[in-house]
C-alpha cells in the first residue's frame, strides 16, 4: 500500500474526527473503537492508561462523571508519515461546555497505524496542558527556546 496519498491523509483525519464525535455523544465504546487494541494513552495530568479496554472504562467513568455534557474542540497542525503505515499527527484539543473556546489549551500527539485489514487506528496518544505563562518566561529569558516557526 502507498503512504501519503491524498487518501491516507483523510482517512487519517477522519479517525480523528471520529473521536471527536464519539466525545460529543459521550460513547466510550466508540471513542474506544479508534484505539488499537494495544494503545496507549496518556492524559493531561498525566495517567497512564494501556489497552483499548483501559481507555473505554475510563472514558465511560469520564462521560458519566467529570466530563458530563462536555465537547472536545480540536485542531490538526500536523500530519506525518513515517512510512506506509504510520502517521503522527500533532494537534491542539480542549474539552468544553458552552461555546468552542477560542484558544485550545492542549497539545496533543497521536500516532496512529494502519492495520491488517487496512483499518487506520490510535496506537498511542499524549495529551500535555500548556502552561503559557511559563512559556511566556522561558522565551523572555531565553529567546533561543521559542521555536523557529515563532520566530
Given at each position: 500500500?502507498?503512504?501519503n ?90 474539552s ?53 516557526a515563532?520566530?
Amino acid at each position: 500500500m502507498a503512504s501519503n496519498t491524498q487518501d491516507d491523509q483523510q482517512a487519517v483525519t477522519e479517525v480523528i474526527a471520529g473521536l471527536v464525535d464519539a466525545w460529543r455523544r459521550h460513547d466510550a465504546d466508540a471513542y474506544g473503537a479508534a484505539f488499537t487494541e494495544d494503545a496507549t494513552y496518556i492524559t493531561f495530568v498525566g495517567t497512564y492508561y494501556r489497552g483499548r479496554g483501559d481507555i473505554i472504562e475510563s472514558h465511560r467513568t469520564l462521560f458519566a462523571k467529570y466530563l458530563k455534557g462536555t465537547r472536545l474542540a480540536d485542531e490538526i497542525l500536523d500530519v506525518r508519515f513515517l512510512g506506509p503505515d504510520t502517521a503522527v499527527v500533532t494537534g491542539r484539543g480542549e474539552s468544553y461546555k458552552g461555546d468552542r473556546p477560542k484558544k485550545l489549551t492542549k497539545v496533543q500527539t497521536y500516532t496512529l497505524v494502519r492495520e491488517q485489514s487496512g483499518q487506520w487506528r490510535v496506537a498511542a496518544f499524549q495529551n500535555t496542558k500548556r502552561k503559557p505563562i511559563m512559556e511566556a518566561i522561558s522565551f523572555k529569558t531565553a529567546p533561543s527556546l521559542i521555536p523557529a516557526a515563532q520566530r
